[in-house]
């Protein structure tokens, strides 16, 4: 039976205090390593970390690196990001790289920081990375597989091509003349009027799109529940440049600008500054591939297996939430929509659903009226003052904080 401490015993008996322990990473060598991820974006305020926003992906991502110790903190683990997606937009294919803790005493990638502790020791094995980061994630980031990348490999400067996809309904949308548009795109052009201008940093607006396309996804389902997807590949990409491209390309599907209206944008000369359109929303925007050269991938069957367990998860909520509404939809009787009682609103209807298909495309771009008679071309739509790119450097250069006036090349920014 325990004995009752006395009252004098008390004060001299030690309390037993747990001292947490300190992590020492100085016991470990690190290893530079290339991380591939994917996400959904909808519910996140983008890709990057930013001052007064704590719900983004690296924020998760670096949390989950410091929790499991693999870094001590993200200033100082030569940290490169492939995309800075914005918010809304999600990605299959993005990539990072870091200075990580490791297992190893020699390969690829590995900085020695100790004696050589792992002497005599057989089969020594990587830390599992994917499993242990994984483990402090939510289902809507995944690290699909790691590799370890030379030291000098940078996720952004490295990149050969960064590919990214548009979702969108097919609507009352000529997906022909799109295509069409979207071929003036192919090659090397000054795309200024396709993107966001940022005060803070000069850009050359030169872009070369490697390739770009348009196809709808099942040609075996109703217009009215039809989707498309726009496949758009370059080097790099400047702010908002894919949203831009696309609502324009949005504006020609509906009828409401013709093809050579990306001839006007693209001449620099003819159309000195963006005239005010609006961007496509990012919610169907995806960063679906990057290229890296000599790259080797490492995963397992059981990892894989996960991702795909975890994502069907997802899948499946969502896809209850998708039948529900198309149960909905289908209770409602197109047949007692009188035309002429809205024929003021000028609605395109799907000819066997009979449901109205032309506001589908308000959901990707505002600027898509259902009013034609209100539409203004962009070619008529008055220029701000101000607003070009040159009146831009020379009203930074008049508040003397203009300190670079050479281009810079950007990586993907959308």
């Not at 490295?158 to 003349?177: A, M």
């Amino acid at each position: 039976m325990k004995r009752k401490l006395s009252t004098d015993e008390q004060m001299i008996e030690p309390t037993a205090k747990k001292t947490k322990k300190i992590f020492d990473f100085s016991l470990y060598n690190l290893r530079h390593v290339a991380f591939k991820i994917a996400y959904l974006g909808q519910n996140y305020s983008g890709f990057a970390i930013q001052p007064h926003e704590k719900n983004t992906i690296e924020e998760e991502l670096f949390r989950a690196f410091i929790e499991c110790k693999l870094i001590s903190s993200r200033t100082t683990c030569n940290y490169s990001r492939c995309g800075r997606t914005d918010k809304g937009v999600s990605a299959v294919g993005q990539v990072i790289a870091l200075h990580v803790r490791s297992n190893l005493r020699e390969g690829l990638g590995i900085i020695p920081r100790i004696e050589n502790t792992t002497e005599g020791v057989e089969d020594r094995v990587e830390l599992p990375y994917v499993r242990m980061l994984q483990a402090k994630l939510p289902d809507e980031i995944q690290i699909l597989s790691w590799a370890p990348v030379p030291i000098d490999f940078s996720a952004r400067f490295s990149c050969l091509f960064r590919s990214y996809k548009y979702y969108f309904p097919k609507g009352n949308f000529d997906i022909e003349k799109m295509q069409e548009a979207a071929l003036k795109f192919e090659g090397e052009h000054d795309f200024r009027n396709f993107c966001k201008l940022d005060n803070a940093t000069l850009r050359d607006f030169n872009r070369h799109i490697h390739k770009i396309s348009i196809r709808t996804l099942d040609s075996n389902s109703q217009n009215v529940f039809k989707f498309c997807e726009l496949n758009i590949t370059a080097k790099s990409f400047l702010w908002h440049q894919v949203r831009y491209m696309m609502g324009v390309l949005t504006l020609v599907g509906q009828g409401r600008e013709s093809p050579d209206v990306i001839d006007y944008l693209l001449d620099v000369e003819a159309c000195k500054a963006k005239p005010n359109y609006s961007p496509a929303t990012p919610d169907g925007l995806i960063l679906y591939d990057s290229g890296f050269e000599d790259i080797n991938w490492v995963d397992s069957s059981l990892h894989i297996s996960c991702i795909i367990i975890r994502l069907q998860r997802l899948w499946v909520k969502k896809s209850i939430e998708e039948c529900m509404l198309r149960g909905i939809i289908d209770s409602i009787d197109p047949s007692k929509i009188k035309e002429e009682e809205i024929k003021h609103f000028n609605l395109s209807f799907d000819p066997v659903t009979k449901f109205p298909i032309s506001t589908l495309a308000n959901e990707i771009n505002s600027d898509i009226s259902s009013n034609r008679s209100k539409y203004t071309l962009l070619k008529d739509r008055p220029i701000l003052k101000g607003t070009s790119f040159e009146e831009r450097v020379d009203r930074i250069k008049k508040r003397g904080k203009l300190k670079n006036t050479i281009p810079q090349q950007t990586s993907s920014n959308d």
